[in-house]
């Protein structure tokens, strides 16, 4: 029997990782999509949604959130995120977001060669190839 606040909170993790409401990062949403990841740690949208929770607190962009150049604000919440989106990877290797999202970081964090990885990743899966990249 859940109990009835417990359903509330079931409720809101689902709602957060089915809808993407993580426009307005705020600890106690950081904290809910951990919650979902902790209860589903194979769920491939709970480990994305995360991540992207912890780009847009490492990341400020130049233009408007999620356009322009992004600038690392924070190392250590550019690299949880890094960490929740290989996870989102390897739970769905055929899902180019997480390589978009990736490539993202690693041109923040300076690393070229694996951004140029995960472009040509990236548009291998959304060629209408969809298959599994292998380097």
Known sequence: MIKPGEFFKKVWVCALLMF???SCVTPASIE???RGVEERPEDFNAHLELGKAYL???VEWEVAPRVGTPIMVSKRW???AENEFERAAELDPLSPEPHYWLKVIYTVRGRYELADTEV???NLLTTGEKRAFVP
């Open 56 to 58: 847009e607190r490492g």
């Open 78 to 80: 550019v690299k949880k």
């Open 32 to 34: 809910v999509l951990q």
């Open 120 to 122: 040509k990743i990236f």
């Open 20 to 22: 993407g409401l993580c």
